[in-house]
């Protein structure tokens, strides 16, 4: 595996990408457990729709040929109705909207198109199409043909599609087992006291509720001993996961022990920093069947490396190609300086089709309030080093789970 010295975001994105171990093993859900998860296997369609012809428009089903004429209504047709032919030279049917088309009639007319209506008979416009307003069976889907492929990330289009098909349970990949752990000394959780000197664990539960909003479940395993043998325990013990994932304690130079710890339960580093503002500690790489994604400790520097970096890589291993973070096209709402030879990730809000980077893109990597202000993140490359007003780019919207 070719170590990666200091890549682009680009380059650690795409060499993570190609390393990550895909998940092979799969369940079977239904529907109602579908929403948000990957298909293992190709579904083909087991019924034409529509099932049969049926009519667009509350109107009149005809003969083409008949257009123009006065026709007598032979008969009503209502949904779910099962009508045989039976027209005669002269004779149209009454028909609802999504009643079935018998044979013998090629063309429906609304009723608001039509004159002279009456209980009896009706008088057809002499300019209408044939076929118009006619559904024809298999015109949607065929009987046979391909439905959803495998590693289709499921949405609610696609659950109404296999619903309308009769199918109600798939076969999905079964989802990722991925444990979280926090580092630092100064580390209270949430629900403990914390003096002057101490911090609360923003990152962990900020790790949580990031994977839980793109539809993965991660495990909380709490901090990593201050001890490097019990830290080599520990790591040795979450070996059975998918993903371990990480946050603070893995800096070149710092006085931890995580690295190290990685390395003596077989870790293969794929990189061990990133040429990015902000994130430039991040690690990652394989241990075993397991994927190490090491994020660096302050809590915006985290979340961002997180969405941007460590999320699609999880898709690719979940068994989906559609990994990346839909992006929009925006124009800058103001001009921006960058210090360029680094890719760099503004965090922003876009208004009226224009982005305007947070705090003029003046924040630390420390801070979560610039986040929290923030509903999209601009991405530039290390030869960007300026911006004018009104320059299109494109944007990743904060907390939106499609892909493309």
Same mark, same amino acid.
């Given at each position: ?9 680009r ?63 032979a ?20 028909? %609802?909207?999504? @009643? ?7 063309t ?86 914390a ?48 993903v ?16 190290? @710890? ?24 394989? %241990? ?45 709402g ?22 305007y ?19 999209a ?28």
């Amino acid at each position: 595996m070719v170590h990666l010295d200091s890549p682009s975001l680009r380059e650690a994105l795409a060499a993570a990408l190609d390393a990550a171990p895909r998940k092979q093993e799969q369940e079977i859900v239904t529907l109602d457990r579908a929403l948000g998860r990957i298909l293992a296997k190709e579904i083909r369609v087991r019924k034409n729709m529509p099932a049969f012809d049926n009519s667009a428009m509350d109107g009149f089903a005809f003969r083409h040929e008949e257009a123009g004429k006065e026709l007598r209504i032979a008969a009503t047709i209502f949904a779910g109705d099962r009508p045989k032919p039976t027209l005669k030279e002269g004779e149209c049917y009454r028909i %609802m909207t999504g @009643a079935q088309v018998p044979s013998d009639a090629d063309t429906v007319v609304p009723i608001e198109k039509c004159s002279r209506v009456t209980e009896e008979s009706v008088e057809i416009p002499a300019e209408i199409k044939k076929g118009s307003n006619l559904r024809r069976k298999g015109e949607e889907l065929q009987a046979g043909e391909p439905l959803l492929a495998a590693g289709t990330l499921l949405e609610p289009s696609h659950i109404a599609l296999l619903s309308a098909q009769g199918i109600m349970a798939v076969s999905v990949h079964t989802p990722l087992r991925i444990a979280v752990l926090s580092t630092g000394n100064e580390i209270r959780e949430p629900w403990e006291a914390a003096t002057e000197n101490e911090i609360y664990n923003a990152n962990a539960f900020g790790i949580l509720a990031i994977l839980q909003r793109y539809g993965f479940q991660g495990e909380y395993h709490g901090r990593i001993p201050d001890d490097r043998e019990a830290t080599e325990r520990m790591i040795g013990e979450l070996r059975s996961y998918d993903v371990i994932l990480t946050s603070g304690g893995i800096s070149m130079g710092e006085a931890d022990y995580l690295y190290e @710890a990685f390395l003596s339960n077989g870790l293969s580093p794929l990189f061990h920093g990133v040429n990015v503002k902000p994130g430039r500690p991040t690690m990652m790489g394989v %241990m075993g069947s397991t994927f190490v994604m090491a994020m660096p400790g302050n809590p915006l520097t985290t979340l961002l490396n997180l969405l941007v970096l460590s999320l699609p890589v999880l898709y690719a291993m979940q068994g989906t190609d559609r990994v990346h973070h839909r992006r929009y096209t925006a124009v800058m709402g103001e001009p921006l300086r960058l210090r360029g030879g680094r890719s760099e990730m503004v965090l922003g809000s876009v208004r009226e089709g224009a982005f305007y980077p947070t705090r003029g893109n003046r924040y630390g990597s420390g801070m979560l309030t610039p986040l929290a202000e923030s509903g999209a993140v601009a991405i530039f490359g290390e030869e960007t080093r300026e911006l004018a007003e009104g320059e299109s780019i494109e944007v990743i919207p904060l907390w939106d789970p499609g892909r493309e």
